[in-house]
């Protein structure tokens, strides 16, 4: 039997330490999303063939992803005054210094690629909305069009980067048993294809991209659960600690939201319902990608809210 | 890292790659780079030696000041008590300093007697109203009337105006509810009472015995030190206490006794030292007397007859006994402080005054040293007062108590109570010490009071003793005000000074001043001829003519070394009627007491209850210190231990047991509530006994942060057992079961 | 010769009486609810037969440091002697930091910035002892040079049996608890 007395009485530290509160996963949701879109829009927008109105607009929700996640990463830092902090170093070491570096690569380039997937007219209609910067906006269309397959490289490079970044930002901190598994970069990765997969899925893309997204999502769910069995069979067999932590998700008190929400609602029940509607068994809807986004957020709020445990 | 921010640069993101250039070398340019050593910058621009009045030890700090404030406080070095080093209480004052619910102006009762509704007036119409007070009471019923409570050096400037007024009922709690059966003890043994701070040489025992004393819990800074050294030197400790405390952490042997039976423990040790040849043979055939009477009367207490009583093994009896005795002289019993547990505490002291004898440890090295006092002189003025033409009235009538060589505090209070003693009380004034958490019984103190004519409250805060009087006058803390020099007795001797280090705040004023004031109201001026603490102290160091200037720039003056043990060339000398340490007490006989310690059984509480058992926090002095936010910080609340195990089994709670940490209430034997408090449950506990810190569940509005936190051991002690030797409250016979906190709420 | 900062906590002297965590709250100018050391009491067995272990503990400046690494902005960083300090003005509050630290020695300042024990580095530079270490009644904390085996701290962890608080975590934490 052992007792422990801490005579400290800090709520933000005792009695168990949860420095990062719904900030952090809605910000490792979004980021992931962002990526997710940047990847799955490029390779869409590459492929030939007729594309719908709204595929050509889409790849413009990765700015717009990340901003809501800069600000909800803005929420969570306390010391706002000195934000701009961040931008005077950057620290190999951290992956937060990573992210916030790459976060402003991912402007420019999703932008450029976002920019690039419009054809004449629709550029043409947007200059027109921006008063004098539509020159800026008719002068990078043009340097985007001449320079498409290379933003392209450029466009699944930094999507890639961004969601594994996603991941990592938690493996490094080894201080956190649930967290420190290398396979928590690629789980992210994947898991930011499949939401933005999903989220590309809700707005009206035809039904050929809307099938390839459906076909990518389900691989990219398959890959996922392959993952995270891999990678709670790999803490459960570790050390004792990583045994604890595997516990957590297993059996203790994030248990039952992880199985329902991630491994139900999140993988098990939107794979079901794809592969139906891929086979024509049931109607097209928005109840997969819905329940795909739902299990994402799920996930990334247990994962960093057990691991802080 | 250049590579990646020359990338970002290629790609064009004209934000990205100007605050890139700004992370490389721009940063020095700007200065942004460096990483200066954080300092907070609290040391004073004065530092002001003083002495500390957050307990009643009287350690020598250093406060810090700075514009004006108090920043931090620090130990004096010089000063033999504290050595450089503090307690948390004593490093926390500046939380007693600035607390938000201090005392601001003088009240006025504006209702009945204890609503706490009072009103804020000048000290001109606050000391006018004490005044008319204590003149109707002497026209009355005579001066004598009048009691001091008075707990602190503060009580001192008081303690001369009852001189000045005729009054010889001064008396404090800290007698007859604390240390009270050990001063009756000693003085019955070795012709000495102990006195504070005790005479220990803990530093250089080879083994410390402590019986019920959780000395590091209970923060004795000096005695802390020195029991901190003596086991960085492997000295070995001997801990009997029903509660793992933190001292029994460190014992060699922690003897888990059963509450109420350590006079058969201390007989069983007395047993084996004799019967084993342990005890110092030469020493007492020199100084002592009755060591047949001792012998004989021992003869059967062996550690199995023991052992059936205290719940202990008789082999951890022996072994111990055996560790005590090989470790002589140098041997120490540890006297304990708090020493009114039940009614025969004058005769459990007595037991251990025998086996200091027994172990040779008086007087000697790692013992009971010789100590005294920096001589210093008194104010001279002409024309002392006259005596008192009645005594004190502290004992009921039939001549009780005789050995209390103290003032009784709740005698005391029944003697306001009319017609319980010679003459009834009929006023109070209160320095410095809340009677109701001091107290037991405390309906019995509330009826005390309101029998009264005339309550005064003299405190910094308002503690629940406020409530109930009916002028409180707010006292400036002690780091506001200069006092008296002191002058304990300790192996070296001192004089300490208190100096303010900032002025009072709000319109509290210092003790000498209240005093001083209400003095001139009452036609008492000419008792007080000087015009201020600082004149009071220079005048009476000048009269020997030692330096104010030296005391006031260091805050202490030593003495010259004294020996202080037999090694030392302090010769073995003992102020009992024999001159001789009285193993065999001839005096108690003549009194019709045991003349050597008797073990009696104890009454058992009514089943499924707990005996209720009381300490202390290292963080907080009786319940003066709960309101200070500061101190609060890593001890907010008490709590009551429970044994985990008796938890699991507790009666009526069988569907679910009590969680840790829930909130319970405590029902004592005669119905009394406690407030709600969290239970501990916890393996560091007999399952027959609770224990909870002392001072908490205080029920003063005015202090914001107490009021209601915890529970008071105070509150359901509703019963005692008096000592019939010396008049102590014997507190823990009290028994208390569990009820859940919601349930009753 | 490098100085290397450290402490050693002798559980056997240490009674737990927080006048370390008091007198570090003063020095230091602490808000309430903060706390750069604080008292850990850690009891094993069964009635009668226990074990009790009083730690005061704070910020093991790792030699190690996962905070350090953690941080984007350079704000947590490797100062004199190897004492690990945050400064407030580099700081964004991300707690990236405080997540990395197995020992939950960092807690956000209401000002924003991340605070932790400094090992009191503005008095070592003037020659005085930590504030902790200062007031100590127990005289169980010693602070010096690990690097200097003359100094008090490297004798005592040179002589005495000892433990660091999780060693599996690889920090190589610079205070050492005297058993």
Known sequence: MTELDVA??????????????????VYLFLGGMAAGVMILATLLLARPGARSPALRWLPFAAPGLVTLGMLALFLDVEHKLYVWRFYLAFRWSSPMSW???????????????????????????LASRLGRAGRLVEAAWAMAQRHAAGLRVASLATGAGLGLYTGVLLSTLAARALWSSALLGPIFLVSGLSTGAALLMLFPVNSEERHLLARWDLWAIGTEAILLLLFLVGLASGTATGQAAAGLLLGGPYATAFWLLVVGAGLALPALLELLEGRRLLRVTPAAPALVLVGGLALRFILVSAGQT | MTMSRRQFIKIGAAGAGSAGLASGLGTRWWGLDGDPTPDPRTDGDRVVAS???????????????????VTKITGNPAHPLSRGMLCPRGAGGTGLLYDPDRLKKPLLRRSKRGEDLFEEVSWDAALGKVAEGLEKVKQRHGPEALALFTHGSGGVWFKQFMKAWGSPNIGAPSYAQCRGPREAAFQLTFGTPLGSPEPLDIANARCVTLIGSHLGENMHNTQVQELAEALGKGAQLVVVDPRFSVAAGKARYWLPIKPGTDIALLLAWSHVLLA??????????????????????????????AATITGLDPGLIRDSARLIGASRPASLIHPGRHTVWYGDDTQRERAMAILVALLGNWGRRGGYLKHDRFPLAGYPHAGAPPPPSRARVDRPKGGLYPLANEVLASGLCDASRPGQSLYDLKAWLVYGCNLVQAMPDRPRLLEAIQQLELLVAVDVLPAEICGWADVVLPEATYLERDDDAWNGAWRRPFIAVRQAAVPPMYDSKPGWWIVKELAGKVGLADHFPWTDAREFVKTRLAVKGQSWEALSSTGVLLGPEIPTCEEEGAPLTFETESGKIELYSKELADLDFDPLPVYRPQEEGPPGSFRLLSGRSP?????????????????????????????????????????????????NQDGVRSTPVKVKLTQRIRNDCVYMVHGWGQTARGQRYAFGRGASDALLTSRVKIDPIMG??????????FERAVETA | MTRRYAMAVDTRRCVGCNACVISCKTENDLPSGGFRDWIVQEVHGQFPSLTLQIRSERCNHCAETPCVAACPTGASHVAAGGTVLVNRRKCTGCKACMVACPYGARWVHPDGHVDKCTFCL????????????ETCPTRSLTFGDLADPASPVARLVARRPHLVLQPEAGTRPQVFFLT
Not at chain 2, 60 to 67: D, M, P, S, T
């Open chain 1, 8 to 25: 400290r009485h800090n709520p933000l530290l005792d009695p168990r330490l949860q420095a990062w509160g719904w900030e952090i996963p």
């Open chain 1, 99 to 125: 992210g916030a570096w790459i976060l402003l690569l991912v402007y420019p380039v999703s932008l450029l690629v976002a920019l690039a997937s419009l054809d004449g007219a629709q550029a043409g209609w």
């Open chain 2, 51 to 69: 002495y500390c009045e957050l307990c009643f030890w009287g350690c020598g700090v250093l406060a810090h000041v700075k514009e004006g404030r």
């Open chain 2, 276 to 305: 084993e040849g342990l005890h110092d043979a030469a020493y007492l055939a020199a100084h002592a007397s009755g060591l047949d009477e001792l012998k004989a009367h021992v003869a059967t207490a062996t550690p199995e007859w």
């Open chain 2, 619 to 667: 963080l907080h002095s009786f319940g003066r210190t709960v309101n200070n936010r500061l101190l609060a910080e890593p001890y907010p609340e008490n709590e009551v231990w429970l044994n985990a195990d008796a938890a699991a089994h507790l009666a009526g709670f069988e569907a679910r047991p009590l969680a840790q940490g829930e909130r319970v209430v405590l029902v």
């Open chain 2, 728 to 737: 102590g409250t014997g507190m823990n016979v009290n028994f208390v079961r």
């Open chain 3, 122 to 133: 503005h008095r070592v530079e003037r020659g005085q002892p930590p504030a902790c270490v």
